[in-house]
C-alpha cells in the first residue's frame, strides 16, 4: 500500500479534513478573487474559531491582570492564564507545570536560555553545538552568548538530503561541550531529527541539551520526559494559538538554579533597596504583565489540538506531503530541496529560470500562499547554494486539492518564465 | 487588482533573461555590493566616473527578476549621465514606484520638464507600486549606485 493509499484510509477512520477546514473561518477567505490556499504554516499557522474565541472571551468577560487582584475579573484572568500553563504541561508530558515558563514564542525562550542558563556557566574554551539546520533564532541567541563569554561554537554539517551528520555530531561531543541546541523538525527542509539519540549521546558527555520544537509541535506528538530533554521551546502561533507567546519547558533543578532572565513586576517575592527575593518557578522568568490574551488562545489552541485524533492528522499530513512531492517532482526544472528520509510539513524546492520571489508573486496573484526566501536559515541556502527556496508548508487543514492548485501555479510560473 | 502582465512586462522579462551590463569592470572607480536579505538578492555594482559623468555601469549577482531586470535597465539608464543626473533618476524612480497605487501615476512628462529627468524605458517598473513586497527587489540596484556614488561606505547596502 502507498503512503497516500494510507494516508486516505487513516482519514476515513480518524479524521475528516473537511469537519478540520470548516473550523478555520480564513481558509474561506478570498485572496485577489480567488479562494485561499494556504501553504504557509511553518511561517504562521492559521487559527480555529475555538481560539478567536478565547481570545475574544478573554478581553469581553476576564479582561484583568494576573496574580495581583483580589477581584473576580483578575481571578478569571489567573485561571485561564495558569490553566494554559497546565495545559502546556499536559501536551508536553511534563508532569509538573512549574517546568512550564510561559514566553514571547521560541526565540525568547532560546534567549532566556542562553542567557539565564548559558552566561553564567560558559567560560572560554566550552563548547556549544549546533547544526546546519538552525533556524536563526537557534544561532545568534548562542553566538551573542558565546561572544559573552568566550565559548566556542561547533556546528554539525548536514548531508545532501538535508539529514544531520551523526558521526560528526558524535565527534563533536567532548567534555568540552556544554550545550547542545538543535532543532526537532528543521523549518526549511522539515527534517525531523533523531533527538531522542542525540540527547542521550550529549547527556553521556555532561551537555544538557535544548530543543527547538517550533516547527514539531503542531506535527508530533511531544513528550519531553520521554525524550529526556533539558529545556524544549516553542511557539504557539506555529500550533494554531495567537502571536506573541509560547513555552519553555525546563528541567525544574535547571530552572531553580538560573538567575532571572528579566527583572519586574510578579517575578519577585519581596523588593528592598537592600535585596529583593525573587520568586520561585517559573514566575520568576514571568517578568511584566504578560500576553494574557494571546494565553488564553493558546490554551484553546492547546485545547484543539489534543481533541484530534493526532495520529491519523499526521497521517494525513504526510500523505498529503508524499502527494505534493510526487506532484512537484513531475514539474520540468523543479529541484527538491530536502529529502530527508523522516521529515513532515515542509517541501521547499526551486523551479528552473524562475527566481523563488516571482514565484512567490505570481502564486500569491491566484490565491496561493507560499512563503519564498531564505526562511530565516541562511546556512541551510549556503549549503545547498542555493540563495532562496519555494517552500509550501503543511498544516492539519491542507489536502490534496491545495497542492492540485499549487501545481497549477507552478505551471502559470513556469509559462511567464519560459 | 492588477494583471501580472502590468508587473512582469515583456521588457523586464527580456532583461530578467538577458541582462544588459551583466559583467564586472575591473579597474571601476566605485564599486558597491548591495543585498535584499528578505530574498537573498545579491548584486555588486560597478561604475566608472570621468568626473562628474558615469562613463560606464555593469553589474553582477543573483537576484529575481524584477531585481535583475532594474540593475539592467538602471545600468543602461545611468551611462552617460552626470551624477546629479543619476540621483535626480533615482528620485524620480522612487517615487514612481514608492507611488500610492490608487492615484494616477505621477505626472513623469511635466516631472522631465521641469527636472530634466526622463524616465523613458524604466516606466515599465510603474507596475511595481501594486505589489508593495516587490518595491524593495526594484529598488535594490538604485540603493546601490546612490551609496556608490556618495562613496560615503564600503559596507554593502542592505534594503532592510
Not at chain 1, 525573587?278 to 520568576?284: E, G, I, L
Not at chain 2, 571601476?28 to 535584499?36: D, I, P
Request: with cysteine; glycine share 8%.
Amino acid at each position: 500500500m502507498t503512503p497516500s493509499a494510507l494516508g486516505d484510509r487513516r482519514s476515513a477512520l480518524g479524521f475528516d479534513v473537511a469537519t478540520i477546514r470548516a473550523d478555520f473561518p480564513i481558509l474561506s477567505e478570498l485572496i485577489h478573487g480567488k479562494p485561499l490556499v494556504y501553504l504557509d504554516s511553518a511561517n504562521t499557522s492559521q487559527k480555529p474559531l475555538s481560539v478567536i474565541k478565547a481570545t475574544d472571551n478573554y478581553y469581553r468577560h476576564a479582561n484583568a491582570n494576573i496574580h495581583r487582584a483580589t477581584h473576580l475579573l483578575s481571578e478569571r484572568a489567573t485561571a485561564l492564564y495558569e490553566g494554559s500553563r497546565k495545559k502546556a504541561a499536559t501536551f508536553l508530558n511534563a508532569g509538573d507545570p512549574h517546568t512550564i515558563v510561559l514566553t514571547k514564542g521560541t526565540t525568547d525562550g532560546i534567549n532566556l536560555v542562553a542567557q539565564s542558563y548559558g552566561r553564567p556557566l560558559l567560560k572560554p574554551g566550552d563548547e556549544i553545538v549546533l547544526s546546519w539546520l538552525e533556524h536563526h533564532s537557534n544561532i545568534v541567541p548562542w553566538q551573542l552568548v558565546a561572544g559573552q563569554t568566550g565559548a566556542t561554537i561547533k556546528v554539525v554539517s548536514i548531508n545532501d538530503a538535508g539529514e544531520l551528520d551523526l558521526e560528526e555530531y558524535a565527534r563533536l561531543l567532548s567534555s568540552r561541550t556544554k550545550i547542545v541546541a538543535v532543532g526537532h523538525v528543521s523549518n526549511a527542509l522539515g527534517t525531523i531529527n533523531p533527538i531522542k539519540s542525540m540527547i542521550a549521546q550529549a547527556h553521556a558527555v555532561g551537555a544538557v541539551v535544548l530543543v527547538d520544537g517550533a516547527q514539531a509541535a503542531p506535527h508530533l506528538v511531544i513528550d519531553v520526559q520521554d525524550l529526556d530533554c533539558d529545556f524544549y521551546v516553542l511557539s504557539s502561533h506555529k500550533m494554531f494559538g495567537p502571536t506573541g507567546t509560547g513555552v519553555l519547558y525546563g528541567r525544574r533543578t535547571l530552572l531553580e538554579a538560573m538567575p532571572p532572565y528579566q527583572g519586574g513586576g510578579d517575578m519577585i517575592s519581596s523588593v528592598t533597596f537592600e535585596k529583593t527575593l525573587y520568586n520561585q518557578v517559573p514566575y520568576k522568568f514571568e517578568a511584566g504583565t504578560p500576553n494574557i490574551a494571546g494565553v488564553a488562545g493558546f490554551g484553546a489552541a492547546i485545547d484543539y489540538l489534543m481533541s484530534i485524533d493526532r495520529e491519523a492528522a499526521l497521517a494525513h499530513e504526510d500523505a498529503v506531503l508524499d502527494y505534493a512531492t510526487a506532484r512537484v517532482r513531475e514539474i520540468p526544472g523543479a529541484r527538491i530541496i530536502g529529502e530527508a528520509r523522516h521529515k513532515t510539513g515542509v517541501l521547499s524546492f526551486l523551479i528552473e529560470g524562475a527566481h523563488p520571489h516571482d514565484a512567490g508573486t505570481i502564486l500569491d496573484q491566484q490565491g496561493i500562499a507560499v512563503r519564498t526566501g531564505q526562511h530565516c536559515a541562511q546556512p541551510v541556502m549556503d549549503k545547498f547554494c542555493i540563495p532562496a527556496t519555494i517552500r509550501a508548508s503543511l498544516a492539519i487543514y491542507n489536502t490534496r486539492e491545495d497542492i492540485d492548485a499549487l501545481v497549477k501555479g507552478l505551471h502559470k510560473v513556469r509559462e511567464v518564465f519560459s | 487588482m492588477s494583471e501580472l502582465t502590468d508587473l512582469y512586462q515583456e521588457v523586464i522579462l527580456d532583461h530578467n533573461r538577458r541582462p544588459h551590463n551583466f559583467r564586472a569592470i575591473d579597474a571601476a572607480s566605485a564599486k558597491q555590493e548591495g543585498y535584499n536579505p528578505l530574498c537573498g538578492d545579491r548584486l555588486t555594482l560597478y561604475l566608472t566616473l570621468d568626473g562628474e559623468v558615469i562613463k560606464d555601469a555593469a553589474f553582477q549577482g543573483s537576484g529575481c527578476a524584477i531585481s535583475k531586470a532594474s540593475a539592467s535597465l538602471m545600468t543602461d539608464a545611468v551611462k552617460g549621465k552626470t551624477v546629479a543626473e543619476a540621483r535626480a533618476l533615482f528620485d524620480a524612480f522612487h517615487a514612481m514606484i514608492t507611488s500610492d497605487p490608487t492615484t494616477p501615476l505621477p505626472d513623469l512628462s511635466a516631472e522631465a520638464q521641469s527636472a530634466k529627468v526622463d524616465l523613458g524605458k524604466l516606466s515599465v517598473f510603474a507596475g511595481v507600486r501594486e505589489y508593495p513586497t516587490r518595491i524593495k527587489c526594484a529598488s535594490l540596484a538604485w540603493h546601490t549606485m546612490k551609496a556608490a556614488v556618495a562613496r560615503e561606505t564600503d559596507a554593502p547596502v542592505s534594503t532592510e
